[in-house]
């Protein structure tokens, strides 16, 4: 068997909030001039922080190791309390590139912490967008409980059942997110929770293209890094809908196995990998084979997350000075 075509997912790659987060990196650097620091990689997605370190970004995960004064961003994944009080004491330049969806998930704990409500929170240990969700709820007399599989929820007891909330991380997986709300509701009654999952609108629909892909294709390539959470959920996608699936940085990691007996291959991208590394597959496959190449309808996403008030002027700079060259 011969490959013959390649579909291409659509929607794919940068979602809104990746684009906002990476903008406020490079219009920073323009600004203020090399170094600026970045606390956590800015997105999960290893030639998106190897090209912004080349232009002077140095990213961290301490922020004792940043010099007292220095412009520090945090990252789209956002952060807890503990560290923005820490950076304050730092008295560092701060710019916030949590993604707004995250920063709503934030609001929600928040709200929930300061009604005395435990909180349950649906995500995967150790990613930062969990371990700064967590670090949102304060109230010593409740309780923030993290849950990854039902059995994690079997095993969950509360200190008041009857005043318990739930929000959830924004990369999941669609299906297995839902599946988990509706055991919290069976096992806790009076459950409280957004009027719908935080699955962001990009996680969504990415999800709903590797189905889509799933129906038509033989093997399914998804361009993102291993960090990617909701990279990581495309391949999981495809392969629980019995499709062979990769998950792989660049075509660089493209063996020849991987193709083997497929004669349609499916390819997608995680919300933190930029288009260019799909016309490079696209490329190298059209190089190899005769390929017929096709883009699956989708819907249009135009979302658009607002640069804070010092990056507008910033920006608005930069794309006249573009336009002028």
Known sequence: MSLTRVILANPRGFCAGVDRAIQMVELALQEFGAPIYVRH????NVHVVRRLEEMGAIFTDELNDIPEGSV?????????????AQAK?????????TCPLVSKVHMQVVRYSRQGRECILIGHAKHPEVEGTMGHYSNEQGGMYLVETPEDIDA???????????VTQTTLSVADTQQMIEQLKRKFPAI???AKEDICYATQNRQDAVDKLSTVCDTVLVIGSQKSSNSQRL????QRNGLKSYLIDDVSQLTADMLTDTKVLGVTAGASAPEHLVQTLLNHLKSRYQVQVETLDGPV????FALPGVFRSLDVRKQRAEVVE
């Open 192 to 194: 409280a929770g957004p």
């Open 41 to 44: 990689e800015i997105v999960h």
């Open 156 to 166: 969950l007891v509360l200190k008041n059942p009857a005043h318990v909330s739930y």
């Open 235 to 238: 391949a999981d996608l495809a």
């Open 72 to 84: 520090v961003i945090f990252s789209a994944h956002g952060v807890s309390e503990a560290i923005v």
């Open 301 to 304: 996403e135009d979302m658009y």
């Open 89 to 97: 004491q730092r008295q560092f330049q701060i710019f916030d590139a």
